[in-house]
C-alpha cells in the first residue's frame, strides 16, 4: 500500500500564487506517473497535470503555462506550483500516483480563489 499526504492548499487572491505537495510512502512498487485533478462545487473530477516517469510534464489546456509539476524522486514527493490563479481555479485538488499496481490518491486539499 501507499499513502499520499497533501499539503499547500489554501486561501488566494486573483493573480496570486499557490504550492501543492504530494509526499509518497509506502510499499511503493515502481513509479509511472503522478499528478492532480480537481474537482469544483457541482462538477466532476478533471485532469490537471501530470509527471511521467522520464520526467515528461503534462497540463490540461486550462492551466497549461500558469502550473508547474515537479518532482523530487528522492523524497517521492509531487509539486504543483500554481500561479496566476483565477477564480475558476477554486476547487478541491487531489494527488494522485500510480506505481504499476494500482493508483493511489490523496485526500484532497481546498485551493480557493477570492478577492
Known amino acids: 500500500q501507499v499513502q499520499l499526504v497533501e499539503s499547500g492548499g489554501g486561501l488566494v487572491q486573483p493573480g496570486g500564487s499557490l504550492r501543492l505537495s504530494c509526499a509518497a510512502s509506502g510499499s511503493i512498487l515502481r513509479f509511472v506517473a503522478m499528478g492532480w485533478y480537481r474537482q469544483a462545487p457541482g462538477e466532476r473530477r478533471e485532469w490537471a497535470a501530470s509527471?511521467?516517469?522520464?520526467?515528461?510534464?503534462k497540463y490540461a489546456d486550462s492551466v497549461r503555462d500558469r502550473f508547474s509539476i515537479s518532482r523530487d524522486n528522492a523524497k517521492n514527493t509531487g509539486y504543483l506550483q500554481m500561479n496566476s490563479l483565477k477564480p475558476e481555479d477554486t476547487a478541491v485538488y487531489y494527488c494522485?500516483?500510480?506505481?504499476?499496481?494500482?493508483?493511489?490518491w490523496g485526500q484532497g486539499t481546498q485551493v480557493t480563489v477570492s478577492s
Open positions: 509527471i511521467l516517469r522520464d520526467g515528461q510534464a
Open positions: 494522485y500516483y500510480n506505481d504499476e499496481r494500482q493508483v493511489y
